[in-house]
């Protein structure tokens, strides 16, 4: 699923539930209904019938399957039989909502689900199962991936579940759903894409029970090797044509799903693509993958075609860039150019060719361009190209596609792969396509930064040629002018503090004390979280706002406080997203006693004894509570800070007790035990602290690997091997925690593997996103501390390089600035991903003693209107 989807479509600017939305399109409901009977909103779902406490707990639950376009009439059949039978049921409440479902986006976990219906027992089950198998006979509807089908029914399934909101908080914020096992246990509600039942449950509906799968899996006469992607559309997978020993790939697309908003569906789109793909291998082969079949196989379509041999353009350009290498040369970084220049050439020849046909491509990105082993170029994934004559395809790739100002009537029908094409030519520079789109003037600073590894002018025309064009008809003087270059070389100090005085006049202008949805812009994971926390919530706005010494509106202070007493009850203990997090920032606008009853919260939350991470556990709590002892002085801070440690050192397991899959970095992994550790001895003098967590930071150390260039970096988790740099999962948090240790008491592994790492992060600077987390302020902040405690010349330099870099990320706002946040789709305030973490990095540099100027006061910044 793609990260904040469902939130990103309920506005243009900022992430909100999908329920705000101000338009869901055509409503769904019953067309006769009882008299006295009134439906109720819950989320994206209208429910009938008793009231929840009326429910059984948990049972055999229903699902009906429609059509989009059979959606009312099969609504009508099940609202009809439900309420003759008295049972309770819901059901989507408007149009975008079953889009969004159905979306080829959409969480696989949820897929295919229109109607839901919650029998009593199992013997209602059963009649209703019946009932409505034979009143919808004749209709389809997609598979419910999480069911399983009753007998020959094309819509009505069914499942083992809990029924309410029973379930249990985890240590993240979230929550997972709670079921009674065949034997009286509680285990966790899987959802899982497939069915699947609790231990001890047997199905009774089942005439023939259903065996494993077992040997190769076969479709027709292709043999599945690989599965490259699943979605809700269905899946892709490299297989073996046993009549031929070819490779080829295989694509496929379920029944009535996979839907995007134009209303097609993923059989609509292959049929498509495969008379594309056969009119172009006809008329121009080679432009696209060859077609070798299509066909129906049980109620999915597959399409087969070549097996294009490669790597998708993005991962080349992970594999291939030296830009950031920290062993690149003029050698390489020119030879890396003339690479690009080579495939942009193709892409062009290869544009020309598909363009004569009368067609575009309409959806071009480097995750569908493939570079063969030999370095040729080849399109793939045609589901988006169309006729020249028709109107493009509603499929895009945000970033890679023409904003809607440049799509005027008489505009060149060729005008979406041009500016697909140019955007790719950006990509090779930098992670920097939807920055470019809202800003097009901070290009200028984006090549100030790329000055070490001087883009050929060439390139950089060709990359930015269709910004330029836009940045000329704007006000090049207005509020939020990005520092040209010259005057950020000129005068870093002095453009750092003007950018973070418009960071916090930006926080500030989107502040809204009264929006019930949020105080200030978060990130999309506060919806399935909570509104007030550190991470995503107002608490980090407010901590960051304060830190760089701004005045809080007392109308924000007091929504923080009410917010977080309301909430109370139902937050995790950790640092993150729950009581050790806010809990400080309360202390901090005078609310002491609400936070000491936070804090004592966080320390008798049953999730402390299982969870020991920085961000969810005892670490955690262990550090909220140095944070009010080092506000108050109170020595039963320190005590209870004590207490933490000695918790998290009898810890018979602690591995266990880290994040899931053997999680590294200050997040979830040892780091950040360590960290707190660390700042335990400094606040007690105890060296033991400063021992244990040596021994946990040897033990993340054991889990880093060396990159090729020679630098150290390290992955998310044991599962995946991918070299991150960031400060929440990568190398640049390891090397925070590092850091400290070296400075203090160093030893000789840490000492040695330290410089490696920051090798890894002072090259990886041209990121995708500015946030604290996964972005370049999380970057700046390492960088920033490690030169303070290192005091090389060379270590400040990197500092004030990523500081500076910071500035292109800025998007001009009525009041101060902006930044996209994660998956850079919608602006953020929040500290994790938007405003705010920003701010707290150039606080870091402008009140350190890196920049030798003395930081100016900062006048308070009124609230907005």
Request: hydrophobic share 40%.
């Amino acid at each position: 699923m793609l990260e904040g989807f469902g939130e990103a479509l309920a506005d243009k600017e900022y992430y909100l539930p999908l329920t705000s939305v101000a338009d869901p399109g055509p409503r769904f409901a019953p067309g006769e209904v009882p008299p006295g009977l009134r439906g109720s909103a819950q989320g994206i779902w209208t429910f009938w019938g008793a009231a929840r406490t009326g429910f059984a707990e948990q049972g055999w639950k229903i699902h009906v399957s429609a059509r989009l376009d059979r959606a009312q009439h099969v609504l009508d059949t099940v609202a009809g039989i439900c309420f003759s039978e008295g049972v309770p049921f819901k059901h989507l409440s408007a149009r975008l909502f079953f889009l969004y479902l159905h979306h080829k986006h959409a969480a696989r976990a949820q897929s295919g689900k229109f109607c839901a219906v919650y029998p009593p027992d199992q013997a209602t089950a059963r009649r209703l199962l019946e009932r409505l198998r034979d009143a919808l006979d004749g209709e389809e509807g997609p598979y419910v991936l999480t069911d399983r089908r009753f007998r020959d029914s094309r819509t009505v399934h069914y499942r083992y579940g809990a029924f309410g909101p029973r379930g249990r908080l985890r240590a993240d914020g979230t929550r997972e759903g709670l079921v009674t096992d065949g034997s009286g246990r509680e285990v966790v509600d899987l959802r899982l894409p497939a069915f699947h039942l609790p231990p001890g449950i047997t199905d009774p509906f089942v005439e023939q029970e259903e065996q494993p799968h077992a040997g190769p899996i076969l479709i027709r006469d292709y043999e599945v090797t690989r599965a490259v992607r699943l979605s809700n559309a269905g899946g892709t997978y490299r297989a073996l044509d046993r009549r031929t020993g070819r490779t080829v790939f295989l694509k496929e697309a379920r029944a009535h799903n996979g839907l995007v908003f134009d209303g097609t569906d993923a059989q609509q789109r292959l049929r498509h693509e495969y008379e594309v793909l056969s009119a172009l291998h006809a008329a121009v082969p080679g432009v696209g993958p060859e077609p070798l079949d299509h066909f129906t196989e049980w109620e999915h379509d597959f399409l087969v075609t070549e097996f294009v041999e490669g790597q998708p353009l993005v991962a080349w350009l992970s594999r291939s860039t030296p830009l950031a290498r920290a062993d690149r040369t003029d050698a390489s970084v020119a030879a890396y150019y003339e690479a690009c220049r080579g495939l942009l050439a193709q892409l062009d020849a290869v544009l020309a060719r598909l363009h004569a046909t009368g067609h575009r491509f309409g959806d071009l990105s480097p995750g569908n361009i493939m570079v063969t082993p030999s370095g040729g170029l080849r399109l793939v994934d045609f589901e988006a190209a169309t006729l020249l004559s028709a109107a493009p395809s509603g499929v895009s790739t945000p970033g890679f596609t023409p904003p809607p100002g440049l799509l005027r009537a008489g505009t060149d029908p060729r005008l979406r792969d041009r500016y697909g094409a140019a955007a790719v030519a950006l990509a090779f520079l930098a992670p920097f396509t939807e920055t470019a789109e809202h800003a097009p003037g901070n290009l200028a600073l984006l090549r100030r930064d790329l000055a070490d590894v001087a883009p050929p002018q060439d390139l950089w025309q060709r990359a930015t040629a269709f910004h330029a064009a836009r940045e000329r008809t704007r006000d090049q003087d207005g509020p939020g002018r990005p520092p040209s270059p010259a005057e950020l070389d000129a005068d870093p100090r002095g453009c750092l503090t003007r950018l973070a005085d418009e960071v916090a006049e930006g926080l500030l202008g989107t502040a809204d004390a009264d929006r019930p949805e949020w105080a200030f812009p978060p990130s999309a994971e506060a919806f399935g979280t909570n509104n007030v926390c550190l991470a995503y919530g107002t608490a980090g706005v407010v901590h960051a706002l304060r830190r760089a010494g701004v005045a809080v509106p007392a109308e924000i202070g007091e929504r923080l406080r009410r917010d977080a007493l309301a909430l109370r009850g139902a937050l995790p203990p950790g640092l993150l997203v729950g009581s050790a997090g806010i809990a400080p920032v309360l202390a901090g606008l005078g609310l002491l006693d609400e936070a000491v009853d936070l804090m004592e919260d966080a320390d008798g939350h049953p999730l402390t004894a299982s969870c020991a991470t920085l961000a969810g556990g005892r670490a955690g709590v262990g550090l909220g509570w140095l944070a009010l002892h080092r506000l108050t002085g109170e020595d039963g801070h320190l005590e209870r800070a004590v207490a933490a440690a000695q918790g998290l050192l009898r810890a018979p397991d602690l591995p266990a007790t880290l994040g899931e899959h053997d999680a590294r970095g200050l997040l979830h992994g040892r780091s950040g035990v360590a960290l707190f550790l660390h700042r335990l001895a400094g606040a007690t003098g105890e060296a033991r602290w400063m021992e244990a967590g040596r021994l946990l930071l040897h033990q993340e150390l054991d889990r880093t690997f060396a990159l090729d260039d020679g630098a150290l970096s390290v992955s998310d988790d044991a599962r995946l091997t991918r070299a991150m740099p960031y400060l929440a999962t990568g190398a640049a948090g390891v090397a925070a925690a590092l850091t400290h240790y070296v400075a203090t008491a160093p030893d000789e592994r840490c000492a040695a593997a330290l410089p490696k790492l920051v090798a890894g992060i002072r090259v990886s600077c041209a990121t995708k996103e500015a946030g604290l987390y996964r972005g370049l302020a999380g970057l700046t902040w390492f960088l920033t501390r490690h030169a303070e405690l290192t005091g090389a010349d060379t270590a400040r330099a990197d500092a004030v390089r990523a500081a500076t870099g910071l500035v292109k990320y800025a998007v001009p706002y009525r009041r101060g600035v902006r930044f996209l946040g994660a998956g850079s789709m919608r602006y953020t305030a929040d500290l994790s991903n938007g405003g705010a973490g920003v701010l707290l990095a150039l606080h870091r540099l402008l009140a350190g003693p890196l920049l030798a100027e003395p930081r100016r006061a900062r006048p308070p910044v009124p609230a907005a209107g």
